[in-house]
């Protein structure tokens, strides 16, 4: 994977968008976004809730087939899509749902396998492969998923608000995994987050988005490790709170994460590129099927 660009000079970027549109009849959601990922950089993506994160995630991670743009999206092969909702296959053993879409037969099945072993055992799962979905916590299933798409090698993570369902420490465990896999393999990542903390966090950049474009593009200069108790970091926050229109006393102290109450999350990816969670769904019916 390419070394990390501080800023838009440098390596060719991941992601590009040119004038994007996304209507839902009479309503624009997305009105001529422009977008220039450099490879290898943390991006946030924040917004009010219904203000287009998840549609342009979408667009990006080639779902949306619906989408108007001057210049089409550019975006890597090998991207990995981290959903909201577990969508671990339940009658598959976690190995199995890691190696979902990955060669299952011949030759290439042994090396699909050891990368996932190896991507669980990076997530913190080593010596649960032949555990079942239930049995996992809300974490772990995150973890697994994690691991699903390190397997891939994604050049691209798209993750829309994947710890949104976590409780507060396991949140925090998470950040810490997510960026130290991030460092590890260097691939481009596009975080949606309702948490303006996370963002601070763990992005090299914060957009925020509001009625259709983007109302501020914010470098996050901060050394990592990053701490909430940095006076800096409250700066970033008090910009990023305000872009959104949120005033500081109607926010959650920093170190105070919510504890939201659905469970989370999961992956899939666009290796194959085809839909995600048409990806997930024809797998579903093929297990019914046999
Ligand atoms: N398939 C659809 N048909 C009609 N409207 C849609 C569709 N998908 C999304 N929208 C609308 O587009 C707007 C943006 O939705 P989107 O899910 O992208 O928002 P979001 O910023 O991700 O919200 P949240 O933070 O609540 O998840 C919303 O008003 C939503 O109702």
Redesign the pocket.
Known sequence: MAAHPGGLSGPAPAVVLDRLT?R??T?T?LDGVDLRIPDGQFVALV????????????AIAGIDHEVEGDGGILAPQRVSVVF?DSRLLPWRRVLDNVLLGLARRGPQRAAAEQRGRAALAEVGLAGREDAWPSELSGGEAQRAALARSLAREPELILA??PFGALDALTRIKMHTLLRELWHRHGPTVLL?T?DVDEAVLLADRALV?EEGRFCLDLPIDLPRPRSVKDPRFAEYRERLLAALGVREDEADAPDTPQTPDTPVEVESEAESQSEPETTAAAAQLAEVAA
Do not use: I, N
């Open positions: 996304r839902f009849g309503r959601v917004g009010r809730s219904g203000s287009g994160k998840s549609t342009l995630l979408r909201q829309d608000e949606v309702h988005l």
